[in-house]
């Protein structure tokens, strides 16, 4: 159709489909929940492009009305889409974990910054289960449960962090006012700047709604400047002491970019992230070695080369930056394992095969042990190559057959020898530690 001669309710259609097509990306990646500001503003576009698109006259013509429905299909797609991020059962689960955050700081923190006693124990464990907990929430890939994911982290870290910097490092001083006038000031802004991190962390957590992160950012801005106002007269103790309050200032206007730093694909698309493109790129290797000695017509000549390249790949995980991130940090951690694993396998065979070589006498009970190890050598191999979850009838099997040796090495009787004593102790950690890798591999978790 020539589009000088293009009908007017087609024009006002593409129109319309411009508009619905700019806030696209908005809809995809929104990470909120449907009482949040963006939602509602978001949800009132749409609705109103629906409304527009059904006010277009068709004239009850075929072409105009198809025009018509595919752009009023559309728009319903996004309104679907976002209504769904909000509402998706994952999205709730975060939700529901960073509340129980939220609980945390309100019964342990705000007291503390309130004069209360100090930050127990008991806060310290529970923010990490509640870090651990939000790393394993899946998201599938989709972007909005990432972004919402990465957000909550990003939050309750940071509190972490504040307040784990606050505990083990005070500023050096301070310094008794008598030293010199600017102390007085310096010392009161210190105080300031014990009050903000308060302040800080409720904002961050959302139990304050008295604040905003913008003013707070001009406080401890203008204190920033109250400081470099003051003259110290050359005093080498008064100017450190002034850097470190400085230095603890900057700190804090940096949690307060938080959001921002978020929006980064690379922030919360792990999957982009450069420390997991490491990780992955070490796993990767690491399978290479691992199916080349599991199918190896003779895999002890493969033995010493690939423990000393695997030995290699745990330098490597040593080297990735964890970047502050719970979730990096979890996939180093699992990474680790997974080499580690796999040197274990190679010494378990190793030993078995040297115990060929030199067969002797042996006291019964240290036998037995070593015919455990044997058949926790061919059950490791299977473990390692296990790929499901805790449904599958094989992880089922494996499980049974793990729990098989570990009876087996409970009815050995060592008869007082030490030896055998301990071999059988190293025999039941090396069974458990295999039972509690096949649950790593079966868990499911994701970046």
């Known amino acids: 159709m020539d589009m000088g001669n293009q009908h007017p309710s087609i024009s006002r259609l593409q129109e319309i489909q411009k508009e619905v097509k700019s806030v696209e990306q908005q809809v995809v990646g929104f990470s909120g929940l449907s009482d949040d500001k963006n939602y509602k503003k978001l949800e009132r576009f749409l609705t109103k492009q629906l409304f527009e698109i059904d006010s277009v006259d068709t004239e009850g013509k075929g072409d105009i009305q198809q025009a018509r429905k595919r752009a009023a299909q559309e728009t319903e797609r996004l309104l679907k889409e976002l209504e769904q991020n909000a509402n ?30 100090c930050v127990t124990d008991e806060f310290e464990e529970g923010i990490q289960d509640i870090i651990l907990r939000l790393t394993h929430v899946k998201t599938g890939g989709k972007i909005s449960l990432r972004k919402a994911r990465y957000h909550t982290l990003t939050k309750i870290c940071a509190v972490q962090e504040i307040i784990e910097d606050c505990m ?65 007269c050359g005093r080498t103790e008064i100017r450190n002491y002034r850097r470190e309050v400085v230095e603890d200032i900057n700190k804090l206007l940096k949690y307060l970019d938080l959001e921002e730093e978020a929006d980064t694909t690379k922030a919360f698309d792990l999957r982009q992230n450069h420390s997991i493109l490491k990780i992955e790129k ?15 017509q003779n895999p002890p000549e493969l033995y010493l080369s690939s423990k000393t390249e695997l030995q290699g790949l745990i330098g490597q995980l040593d080297e990735v930056s964890l970047e502050k991130n719970p979730c990096i940090r979890e996939a180093r951690r699992r990474a680790v394992i997974e080499v580690q694993t796999l040197i274990t396998y190679i010494d378990l065979k190793e030993a ?96």
């Open 88 to 117: 998706h059962p994952h999205r709730i689960e975060i939700q529901n974990i960073f509340e129980e955050a939220q609980s945390l700081v309100r019964e342990k923190i705000v007291p503390f910054y309130n004069g209360g006693n």
């Open 168 to 232: 083990k490092k005070q500023p050096s001083l301070p310094l008794s006012e008598d030293a010199h006038p600017s102390v007085a000031k310096i010392n009161f802004v210190m105080c300031e700047v014990n009050k903000a991190r308060g302040v800080l962390i409720a904002l961050l957590m959302g139990v304050n709604n008295s604040e905003t992160c913008r003013h707070l950012s001009c406080v401890l801005s203008g204190l920033i400047a109250d400081l470099d106002a003051l003259d110290v």
């Open 282 to 296: 070490v796993l990767t290797r690491m399978r290479e070695i691992k199916n080349e000695l599991l199918q190896a």
């Open 352 to 447: 078995l095969e040297k115990r060929k070589l030199f067969a002797c006498e042996e006291h019964p009970s240290h036998k037995a042990v070593w015919n455990v190890l044997g058949n926790l050598s061919e059950i490791q191999g299977e473990v390692l190559s296990f790929d499901g979850n805790r449904t599958d009838k094989n992880y089922i099997r494996l499980e049974e057959l793990l729990t098989k040796q570990l009876l087996a090495l409970d009815a050995v009787d060592p008869q007082g020898e030490e030896k055998c004593k301990a071999a059988r102790k190293q025999a039941v950690k090396l069974a458990q530690n295999i039972l509690s890798y096949l649950d790593l591999k079966s868990d499911e978790w994701e970046y």
